[in-house]
């Protein structure tokens, strides 16, 4: 393959670096009292808005290959579509399409999960989010492989099902454990058939942490999982009830974990000879517990035991490392991106941003794959989060970041930075609407650094969003679109990402620059087509183009 970046037939490129800042979860909202965004006081990015090129990206549904226009974009498919510059489909739906056709029920990996339990006698255990979220799983996914079990005559199956309240409404979890109840119970009734939920908790607190943010996490969750240690109830959903009447504000996602027991003991245990299956699709979230199941040498937490369980993954969470080694849904196949174009062009780069979006800036921007292209060409900075509840600091890193990054930038060594905040984010996932608008200022006050830094620099800086979040803080009617009111009469407070377009600023101080009319509909795509020539180069030619005039 031709690797060559070709010049750009009319734009010579800034001078100076061309950064990329993401403000995660940052959307255009209704700009009313739903919207941190808009509520927020912003002096530099209305600076920013005022002085550079502007419009509006497409950044969920089809836009992002997600399935259909009412699905959510979100940080994994966002900074995929960033950083490759052209749109694939990505996991919510070639799972979807797999158990459709039935090739995840033909895959080698189905096969052996299967064969194992009916050998062993052992159940089959699910583990993953429960709701229909789209994001990480879906729940109709994990309800196609119960039933397929049922089909193949599996007679036991236990479900740990981490709660959601995060990419869905905050206290939604009794609705999805009763409808999965009411599927167990159906194939129970069934000759030799003992399908059972086994174990759960809050994402946040349970098994789901993220580039080993806080290993304690997962560690909760392997202890209720694997060997059946927590606090006991006879069902899911009493646990959840339990919970909620402890402490009337907290939301499913930091619900802690529990273990379901009957008159023996907890009923779901994962013991030699069993089979898991980790049904979350995204990686992210998924990578720390595939480790704890497969790794033979491993330090992070005591696991105790280590079970000989035949493992498999929903889809392979990193194919450099080979994680899982045994998948159902082989990943999308995203190559030559951003990223490998400018090392292979010898571009210096820079990625940086704190742990909860480190690996959105390197992983994910760089199509799934884990490492450096060369580390001579990269640097790559990962500031350290803080273990805190976001909203109690919802500054969190993002001063930290800039700080770092203008100390690189200064050493005028990089042709492209880019940087992620994940305030609007994070902080928009615990639903404070007013923790919210202060996440939104402190990264304002970063944006009047950036925008400082790049006009001495004699650079470019590009702002965007990988997707919507905190510019919509209230849950609405979808019929009226009224707020909807919490029991005491307040709007009920919304967690999950919106559907919301995102803003796309690119301000180049000195440069008579023109947004292009004939672009076409514009994606989060669009991007690397628009960093290549303001870096002086054209896009290749399969990249979505650059949004400035030619």
Known sequence: MDWTLRPHPSFAGVRGPVVACVLDGVGIGAQDE??????????????LAAQA??????????????????????????????????????????VSEA????????SAAWRR??????????????????????VHSHIDHLFAMLRRCDEEEIEAVRVHALLDGRDVPARSALGYLDALEELLAALN?????DYRIASGGGRMRVTMDRYEADWSVVERGWRAHVLGEGRSFRSAREAVEHDYAEDAKRGDQFLPEFVICDETGPVGRIRDGAAVVLFNFRGDRAMQLTRAFEAEHFEAFD?????????????????????????????????????????????????????????????????????????????????????????????????EITDRLLAELASGRYRHARLNYANGDMVGHTGDRDASVLAVEAVDLQIGRLMDAIAQLEGALVVTADHGNCDEMFE??????????????????????SLN??????????????LDPGAGPASLANLAGTLLQLMGYAAPADYAPSLLAP
């Not at 941190?36 to 002096?43: G, N």
């Not at 009734?189 to 058939?193: D, L």
């Not at 009111?485 to 009920?492: C, F, H, K, M, S």
């Not at 995102?502 to 023109?514: I, M, S, T």
């Open 34 to 47: 739903s919207d941190a965004v808009w509520l927020a006081r912003t002096p530099n990015l209305d600076r």
């Open 53 to 94: 090129l502007s419009t509006t990206l497409a950044a969920h549904g089809r836009a992002v290959g997600m399935p259909s226009d009412a699905d959510m974009g979100n940080s994994e498919v966002g900074h995929n579509a960033l950083g490759a510059g052209r749109i694939f489909d990505q996991g919510a739906k070639l």
């Open 99 to 106: 158990i459709a056709n039935g090739r995840l029920f033909e």
């Open 113 to 134: 999960i299967t064969e194992r339990v009916r050998a062993s006698g052992e159940p089959l255990h699910f583990i993953g989010l429960l709701s229909d979220g789209n």
């Open 189 to 193: 009734r069934k000759p030799r058939r």
């Open 303 to 399: 696991r105790v035991t280590h079970p000989d369980v035949e493992f498999a993954g929903m889809m392979q969470y990193d194919g450099d490392l080979q994680v899982p080694a045994h998948f159902l849904v082989s990943p999308p196949a995203i190559e030559e991106t951003l990223g490998e174009y400018l090392v292979r062009n010898r571009l210096p780069q820079l990625a940086i941003s704190e742990t909860q979006k480190y690996g959105h800036v390197t992983y994910f921007w760089n199509g799934n794959r884990s490492g450096h292209f060369d580390t001579a060409q990269e640097t790559y900075v990962e500031i350290p989060s803080d273990i805190l509840p976001f909203h109690e600091q919802p500054q969190m890193k993002c001063a």
């Open 476 to 497: 609405f009617d979808p019929h009226s679109g009224v707020p909807l009111l919490d029991a005491e009469g307040r709007p009920r407070a919304k967690t999950s990402h």
């Open 501 to 514: 377009r995102v803003p796309f600023h690119v301000y180049a101080p000195g440069h008579n620059l023109r």
